[in-house]
């Protein structure tokens, strides 16, 4: 998936499969977010320990059949600020 200009709210809930998001833009001062049902990560804490670097992409995975894989994004650029539970 691919967001438009500007800042974009990327939003999972229930199965969400495997997905890719291909312009995620991280960082405190970025104004793209990762939101995950509360029913799948129970806080940003576990969002950010579930995440792992793959090449030049971090994957997030909840499970063998769900994940989020942020194409060109790096760990060290991940913070808090990225992700929201609902």
Same mark, same amino acid.
């Given at each position: 998936?691919?967001?438009? +200009?500007?800042?974009?709210?990327?939003?999972?809930?229930?199965?969400?499969?495997?997905?890719? !998001? *291909?312009?995620? !833009?991280?960082?405190?001062?970025?104004? &793209?977010?990762?939101?995950?049902?509360?029913?799948?990560?129970?806080?940003?804490? &576990?969002?950010?320990?579930?995440?792992?670097?793959? /090449?030049?992409?971090? $994957? !997030?995975?909840?499970?063998? +059949? *769900?994940?989020? $894989? $942020?194409? /060109?994004?790096? $760990?060290?650029?991940?913070?808090?600020?990225?992700?929201?539970?609902?």
């Amino acid at each position: 998936m691919t967001g438009g +200009s500007g800042g974009d709210n990327f939003v999972f809930a229930g199965a969400f499969g495997h997905d890719v !998001i *291909e312009d995620f !833009i991280a960082g405190a001062s970025a104004t &793209d977010i990762v939101m995950f049902d509360h029913a799948a990560f129970a806080a940003v804490a &576990d969002v950010l320990a579930a995440a792992s670097q793959v /090449n030049s992409d971090v $994957l !997030i995975t909840r499970s063998t +059949s *769900e994940t989020v $894989l $942020l194409r /060109n994004v790096t $760990l060290a650029q991940l913070t808090s600020d990225d992700f929201l539970i609902v």
